[in-house]
């Protein structure tokens, strides 16, 4: 069974940074795509970086520069440093996996970010 369990989120105030966890079981970070998405309050879901399964990074534009985001094969766990946050960072995060090859897809429940003084 697959699961991607989220954690890290919390309460910063803006300019500080929080460090988001992605702990996978059931699948090998080897062969999936891993991705950050967010959805704040009343907005649709949209994609904030994809680490590929090669190594290859890409990021929003919006979080460019500030957000980084790392692996770590041995823990299979996916981790986004998020620096410089912004009020308009507040948002529920989520972990997803989309497989190398093939349709199999999944995601975390969600971790919440709220960016406050």
């Known amino acids: 069974q697959v699961q991607l369990v989220e954690s890290g989120g919390g309460l910063v105030q803006p300019g500080g940074s929080l460090r988001l966890s992605c702990e996978a079981s059931?699948?090998?970070?080897?062969?999936?795509?891993m991705a950050w998405y967010r959805q704040a309050p009343g907005k649709e879901r949209e994609w904030v970086t994809t680490?590929?399964?090669?190594?290859?990074?890409n990021y929003a534009d919006s979080v460019k520069g500030r957000f980084t985001i790392s692996r770590d094969f041995a823990k299979s766990t996916v981790y986004l440093q998020m620096n410089s946050l912004k009020p308009e960072d507040t948002a529920v995060y989520y972990c997803?996996?989309?497989?190398?090859?093939?349709?199999?897809?999944?995601w975390g429940q969600g971790t919440q970010v709220t960016v406050s003084s």
């Open positions: 997803k996996a989309d497989r190398l090859l093939g349709k199999d897809t999944y």
């Open positions: 059931g699948i090998s970070l080897n062969f999936y795509h």
């Open positions: 680490i590929h399964s090669g190594g290859l990074t």
